[in-house]
């Protein structure tokens, strides 16, 4: 298995721009992360999905986010408008089921907004 | 309010010797806790679960405790080489349903 795909890797854009950052988890797992890195915030949970249905979205920071997954392999995080506070790592994870399964991460997309 | 706390300083180690990383949390009461490794520029991945009802867990040369009175896990790297560089995350569920991480230890092994 390839493992879970993320896409672009690198994105710089300008304050005011949409984005979209992309995600293909490994085939067969149920559970869907969408994570956030920065130096002073450490790694943070933004959404998760079971079964494509966006169970907890409490750590998505503001409105200006939003995250879809229309089926079992593709997930999409959106930022509209983009804020300069937006630069981050983001990272997409998947696992089996429950959290006592391990989590699959990406590679990662390093967002720089200007 | 629930607060997951890592070594605050970067570890520093000659090669083989033991590196000894903290976890310690408050406001949680896990069933189980994590550890992950992440290297510059990529995802974190998964080393060890252990639960509550175990002391003390290894795989290879790692070996993890986990101490639910004192609340604290510690984090064992046995013979250490420089391959071991890392960020060491921990890792507990405030749920059933997701993680929640500790900042994280930079461990430099030097040759």
């Known amino acids: 298995d390839a493992g879970v795909i993320q896409s672009p890797r690198h994105e710089v854009t300008e304050m005011g721009q949409e984005v979209t950052l992309r995600c293909k988890p490994i085939?067969?797992?149920?559970?869907l992360f969408w994570y956030r890195q920065t130096m002073m915030r450490g790694l943070e949970l933004l959404i998760y999905?079971?079964?494509?249905?966006?169970?907890?979205d409490s750590g998505m920071p503001e409105d200006r986010f939003s995250a879809k997954m229309p089926n079992a392999s593709f997930s999409t995080l959106k930022i509209q408008p983009s804020e300069p506070r937006d630069s981050a790592v983001y990272f997409c994870?998947?696992?089996?089921?429950?959290?006592?399964?391990?989590?699959?991460f990406g590679p990662g997309t390093r967002l720089t907004v200007l | 309010s629930q607060k997951i706390e890592q070594n605050s300083e970067a570890l520093n180690i000659q090669e083989g010797k033991t590196a000894t990383l903290t976890c310690n949390y408050t406001?949680?009461?896990?069933?189980?806790l994590q550890w992950y490794r992440q290297d510059p520029g990529r995802g974190p991945v998964f080393l060890l679960l252990?639960?509550?009802?175990?002391k003390e867990k290894r795989k290879e040369r790692l070996k993890v405790t986990f101490d639910t009175t004192l609340k604290q896990s510690l984090f064992h790297i046995t013979a250490s080489q420089p391959a071991d560089s890392a960020t060491y995350l921990c890792?507990?569920?405030?749920?059933?349903?997701?993680?929640?991480f500790g900042a994280g230890t930079t461990v430099t092994v030097r040759a």
């Open positions: 252990i639960r509550e009802n175990e």
């Open positions: 999905f079971n079964n494509n249905v966006p169970i907890d």
């Open positions: 406001n949680y009461s896990p069933a189980y």
């Open positions: 085939s067969g797992h149920d559970y």
């Open positions: 890792a507990l569920p405030p749920n059933d349903y997701k993680l929640s």
């Open positions: 994870a998947s696992s089996l089921g429950r959290n006592t399964d391990t989590q699959y």
